[in-house]
Every structure is written in C-alpha cells, then in structure tokens.
Antibody
Framework: EVQLVESGGGLVQPGGSLRLSCAAS????????MTWVRQTPGKGLEWVSI???????YYADSVKGRFTISRDDSKNTLYLQMNSLRAEDTAVYYC??????WGQGTLVTVSS | DIVMTQTPLSLSVTPGQPASISCKSS???????????LYWYLQKPGQPPQLLIY???NRFSGLPDRFSGSGSGTDFTLKISRVEAEDVGVYYC?????????FGQGTRLEIK
C-alpha cells in the first residue's frame, strides 16, 4: 500500500528555516517523480517543486533560490528545505507521487 | 505560465442528477508525444486532493464509471452522470504539459 507521511511543519518566524520530510512506503521515491504542492485558502493549490527520477529539480519562481528539494534513497524519503521564509509561504504542504497520490500534508505557518 | 479557468466555481446538485464542470487552459495541453496532460482531482473536506481522471479521460483506479472526462486542446469537461452524497468537495483541474504545473481555482460541489 502506498503511503506518504509528511512531517516537519510548524510555526516559524519570517526569515527562518524549516525542513519538511515526506516518508514514503509501498514504492521507491527514486523510481518516480516527486512533487511538493502547497495550498492556501487565498491562492488555492500551488505547485512548488519537482524532482525527477534522474535527479533533475525545478522550482516555482516564488521559491527559487530559497527552497531546495532533495531525496534520500536509503531512507526512501523526500525533503523540502525552506529558507528565508516569508509570510506568504504559509500553507499546507503536500508531497505527491507522480501526480497520482498525495500525502496528508503538513502545515507551515510563517509569523512573528 | 498556463492559466487554468474553471466554471462554475460552485455547484449545488440534487442526488441522482448530473453535474458538469468546465476547465479551459490558456494554451493547448496536447503534447508532441500525442498525450494531453489534463488531470482532475477531488478534494473532500479535511482530506488531500485525490486523483480522479488523468490525461483527459482515463479513470484512476477504482473511480466509478459515473465520472467521465472529455475534451481536447484547451477545453475540457468533467461530468458526473448521477451525483451522490460522497461526491461533495472541491474539484480541481490541473495541467502538467509545462512547468510550472498549474491548477484551476476549484469548483465546490454541494448536495441540495
């Protein structure tokens, strides 16, 4: 059974950092492309980043230079390192397996 | 970026009656590989989005056949032939022909 379990969200001050994790089971993260998508009440669903099986990565303009997507094949886990966080990064962050299966999400709140 | 526009934004349907949601993209979603990268998701209350339809008209595993997707190029439709109470939630279309992947604003379906 495919499972994706996100963790690492929380409250952080503007300018701070967080690292989100997405532990996968039932499949191998390195064999599929994995995506981070965030959701806010105001802006709906927003694609954040993608990592392909070959390791290529891409980012939304809104997070480029601040966020880094990566994976640890030995732990079968996807990550999103988020630096220089802003209030507008406040959202529920979902990891998604090849656009077909979404984790439950983790809430990130950026506020002083 | 490709803009995805859904109509209507909300829908109130009597159980057993049909429902239809339109999604228009600002550019063609037909790839040179012959596939059209248009997806439909349903987000039920308190849950992450779940894939319903991929590549315009292919039902994802276990989806009842009362759901159907159609369209081509820039115009797409999701139809529910007979709405049931479990169909409530927000429906999103999404394109993945080009990064950034983009979503429609969502269509909220409620039961009368």
């Amino acid at each position: 059974e495919v499972q994706l379990v996100e963790s690492g969200g929380g409250l952080v001050q503007p300018g701070g950092s967080l690292r989100l994790s997405c532990a996968a089971s039932g499949f191998t993260v390195s064999s599929d492309y994995m995506t981070w998508v965030r959701q806010t009440p105001g802006k709906g669903l927003e694609w954040v980043s993608i990592i392909y099986s070959g390791g290529s990565t891409y980012y939304a303009d809104s997070v480029k230079g601040r966020f880094t997507i990566s994976r640890d094949d030995s732990k079968n886990t996807l990550y999103l390192q988020m630096n220089s966080l802003r209030a507008e990064d406040t959202a529920v962050y979902y990891c998604v397996r090849d656009l077909s299966f979404w984790g439950q999400g983790t809430l990130v709140t950026v506020s002083s | 970026d490709i803009v995805m526009t859904q109509t209507p934004l909300s829908l109130s349907v009597t159980p057993g009656q049909p429902a239809s949601i339109s999604c228009k993209s600002s550019q063609s979603l037909l790839h040179t590989d012959g596939r059209t990268y248009l997806y439909w998701y349903l987000q039920k209350p308190g849950q992450p989005p779940q894939l319903l339809i991929y590549e315009v008209s292919n039902r994802f595993s276990g989806l009842p056949d009362r759901f159907s997707g159609s369209g081509s190029g820039t115009d797409f439709t999701l139809k529910i032939s007979r709405v049931e109470a479990e169909d409530v939630g927000v429906y999103y279309c999404m394109q993945s022909i080009q990064l950034p992947t983009t979503f429609g604003q969502g269509t909220r379906l409620e039961i009368k």
